[in-house]
């Protein structure tokens, strides 16, 4: 399985590419149904489209397959195909990098001081 998925990353170089722009990563992150696409290939990489679909209730196949489109562009998923399925793997790496450049950058200090004070007031209330 972790073969599998670096195989397909380095195949299809998904950590060089699909990852250049943050705006496409933020808008895949916007839908609450890609959220929950993610999750699941999280939970359980390499799912084709019909697993997929029956874990997202209320969603047709063209559906499930438009929002994969998204997260497939945003570089935040990576298909590979093994004889008729198409298998969706998990790329993390446009989240971490999201992470580094949007949020470890202000948990320094001084923010972590004024969420430990937010956070005993809070707890006098």
């Not at 998904?14 to 890609?34: H, I, N």
Request: glycine share 8%; with cysteine.
């Amino acid at each position: 399985m972790i073969c599998d998925w670096l195989d397909t990353l380095l195949i299809g170089h998904v950590y060089f590419t699909g990852v250049d722009d943050e705006d496409l990563v933020f808008k895949a992150l916007a839908d609450p149904t890609r959220r929950l696409l993610l999750d699941r290939l999280f939970e359980h990489d390499g799912m084709t489209l019909g697993e997929l679909e029956a874990e997202v209730h209320g969603l047709t196949r063209f559906g499930v397959m438009k929002h994969l489109g998204v997260l497939e562009q945003a570089g935040l998923v990576v298909t590979r195909k093994k004889g008729r399925h198409k298998h969706h793997y998990l790329n993390p790496v446009p989240i971490r990098l999201i992470y580094e450049r949007w949020i470890d950058k202000y948990r320094d200090r001084h923010a972590a001081a004024l969420l430990d004070l937010k956070d005993q007031l809070e707890r006098k209330k």
